[in-house]
């Protein structure tokens, strides 16, 4: 079975600072990942996926992601950290089955300070 | 096109009692998902239909749990004598299949259900 691991359930950065969310994968196949944001009260919006066209994906609101194959990770950067990023981020991967299902990490969250 | 949509936001209700949850998917997107998350934890997922039918069911959906997706368009999740332990956010998600979509099947999430046993 296809799972992903999250390092870190609470990141706090400084504003302007680097934010980096870790997440390693564990696949049979070359896996489908994706990442997640999820604001309070709300449902998860898309940040990026990879789909092995390209290593590096960039997404939205200024973050990008790196699939390193060696590392089984993907881990999600942004060069500088701005309050409205506080959130809780989850990482994905897609099923292989017909059903091609999410499983989801446990989500680390955001905490951007001034 | 506003997106997936789902009613209640908020759901009180005690122990014993039913409910009912909808979902509206983007139109004309062939697969719908619900996913259960827990406080603390990523969603899980559920079931979902492809068009009307029903095709997987996760061990976590008790027999208690039904779903429904009538005609293919919004899907029904409804939860007979609830327990405390369904207290959760519930997570509708729909996708559109087809061609190059399946390879990694883009999954659009509604705002959720949020729901309260006491």
């Known amino acids: 079975a296809q799972s992903v691991t999250q390092l870190g359930s609470h990141v706090s950065v400084s504003e302007g600072a680097l934010v980096l969310l870790r997440c390693n994968y564990s696949s049979s196949v070359p896996p489908y990942l994706f990442w997640y944001v999820q604001y309070p009260n709300q449902g998860l919006q898309l940040l990026l996926k990879y789909t092995s066209a390209a290593t590096l994906v960039k997404g939205i609101n200024g973050f990008e992601a790196e699939f390193k194959k060696s590392e089984t990770s993907f881990h999600l950067t942004k060069p500088s950290a701005h309050m409205s990023d506080a959130a809780e981020y989850f990482c994905?991967?897609?099923?292989?089955?017909?059903?091609?299902?999410?499983?989801f990490g446990t989500g680390t969250r955001l905490q951007v300070t001034l | 096109d506003t997106g997936v949509s789902q009613d209640p936001r908020h759901k009180i209700t005690k122990r014993g009692q039913n409910v009912t949850f909808r979902c509206d998917p983007i139109s004309e997107h062939n697969r719908l998902y619900w996913y259960r998350q827990t406080l603390g934890q990523g969603p899980e997922f559920l079931t979902y239909f492809q068009n009307e039918a029903q095709l997987e069911k996760s061990r976590l959906l008790s027999d208690r749990f039904s779903a429904e997706r009538p005609k293919g368009s919004f899907s029904t999740l409804e939860i007979q004598r609830t327990e405390q332990g369904d207290s959760a956010m519930y997570l509708c998600?729909?996708?559109?299949?087809?061609?190059?979509?399946?390879?990694?099947?883009?999954?659009?999430f509604g705002p959720g259900t949020r729901l309260t046993v006491l």
């Open positions: 994905a991967v897609r099923d292989t089955g017909t059903a091609s299902k999410l499983t």
């Open positions: 998600a729909s996708s559109h299949i087809s061609g190059r979509a399946l390879v990694y099947n883009e999954q659009f």
